[in-house]
């Protein structure tokens, strides 16, 4: 039984009783499609959407040795590796960032790749390699946070919004944007990635097939500030015209055959 996002209800539903004022989530994990009770009162100022690698022995991904273990909890993280680097044994493994770091260091695996903001919001001091959007491209909403209240609640809102970050609202709605566009939900490994750099918005999406032969990296940049919607749609167009609809559709498929075995991928 797939358990993501249960916990996510379960708190909406606390917040849809009157249980509490409002509710925060990590914007990687909530749904693209809001509760119509709720609405999202603000999104605070973003921190690192990268995604890192932690080895034990070794400087980085290009330096570990053919056939190293690598521990990951992310089907998008465990294809784009197998893709970069297929000659190295991508395993699952659970846990929340601390237990994941003391399996790596006990010799459970040879590194460990998890989300960069994890590192960040526990303050540790560890060495680690950024990934780049060329090996893979973050989950959207991925170093986001979103504050949810109930509609209509003018007084929660007002207060929530003091600490919304107008770049990072922009960034994560884009993203999400493109996720409704694809109908790609949170079981599909796909990278959906917008930053503002200066003058410009930059979105990323990148997938790769379920057999790790075929890979499909979009950029599209766009003067800033700009429509969400424009860019986007934009961004959207340029996967599907590079082929990338056709891996979404092939991991829908496999999705469906796994379900129907009473597997998840």
């Given at each position: 039984m797939p358990v993501k996002g249960i916990f996510e209800k379960e708190v909406d539903l606390a917040l849809i009783r009157g249980d509490v004022d409002f509710v925060v989530h990590s914007l990687k994990d909530y749904p693209t499609i809001v509760d119509p009770q709720l609405e999202l009162a603000s999104i605070p100022k973003r921190k690192s959407p990268y995604d890192v690698i932690l080895c034990r022995k070794h400087k980085g991904l290009?330096?570990?040795?053919?056939g190293a273990i690598i521990g990951t909890s992310s089907l998008r993280r465990m294809t784009h590796l197998k893709y970069f680097?297929?000659?190295l044994n991508v395993i699952p493994i659970r846990g929340n960032v601390d237990t994941r770091i003391r399996k790596l260091w006990r010799g459970d695996c040879d590194a460990i790749v998890i989300a960069e903001v994890g590192i960040q919001r526990l303050n540790l001091d560890l060495a680690y390699e950024v990934l780049s959007f060329d090996v893979m491209v973050p989950a959207a909403g991925q170093g986001a946070l979103a504050?949810?209240?109930r509609k209509g609640d003018s007084e929660i809102?007002?207060?929530?919004?003091?600490?919304?970050?107008?770049p990072?609202?922009?960034?994560?709605?884009?993203?999400r944007k493109i996720l409704r566009h694809l109908r790609a939900g949170c079981r599909t490994p796909i990278g959906v990635n917008v930053r503002i750099q200066g003058d410009k918005a930059i979105a990323s999406i990148s997938s790769v097939s379920p057999d790790g032969k075929l890979k499909v990296y979009i950029i599209e940049e766009h003067e800033y500030p700009c429509s969400i919607d424009d860019l986007a749609y934009k961004a959207y167009m340029k996967f599907k015209d590079?082929?990338?609809l056709e891996i979404i559709e092939l991991w829908r498929e496999k999705d469906m055959f796994s379900t129907l075995r009473g597997v998840t991928t």
């Open positions: 290009s330096e570990l040795p053919s680097r297929p000659d504050v949810v209240c809102k007002s207060l929530l919004k003091s600490i919304e970050d107008p990072s609202r922009f960034e994560v709605e884009v993203e590079n082929g990338g």
